[in-house]
C-alpha cells in the first residue's frame, strides 16, 4: 500500500496516541504517514479542532473519533 493514508497528528495528543496505536493494531504502521498540524499554520487552522484524521489519497477523510471496523471500512470504501 505504501505511504498511502495520511495521519493528521499532534504531539502530546492523547486522542492522536489512540489513533495511532489502533491503527498499530491494524498493522497500518507501514501504510501511514504522520503529518503534524502544528508544523504549517494552515494545516493547525483546518484540522486543529477535528485530529486526528485519517486522508487516503482520493481525499476521503476519517475523523476521529473511529474504531478498528470503521477505519476498516473506510479503507474499503475506496
Keep these: 500500500m505504501g505511504n498511502s493514508i495520511i495521519l493528521y497528528h ?3 495528543c492523547h486522542l ?3 489513533a495511532l496505536a489502533l491503527l498499530q493494531d491494524l ?3 507501514d501504510s501511514l504517514q504522520l ?3 502544528d508544523s ?3 494545516l ?3 484540522f486543529g479542532l477535528r485530529i486526528p484524521v485519517l486522508l487516503r489519497a482520493d481525499g476521503c477523510a476519517l ?3 473511529f474504531d478498528a471496523q470503521q477505519v476498516q471500512a473506510w479503507l ?3
Design 63 to 65: 475523523d476521529w473519533p
Design 27 to 29: 498493522g497500518l504502521r
Design 10 to 12: 499532534r504531539e502530546d
Design 35 to 37: 503529518l503534524d498540524i
Design 76 to 78: 474499503q470504501s475506496v
Design 40 to 42: 504549517d499554520a494552515e
Design 16 to 18: 492522536c496516541e489512540q
Design 44 to 46: 493547525g487552522v483546518e
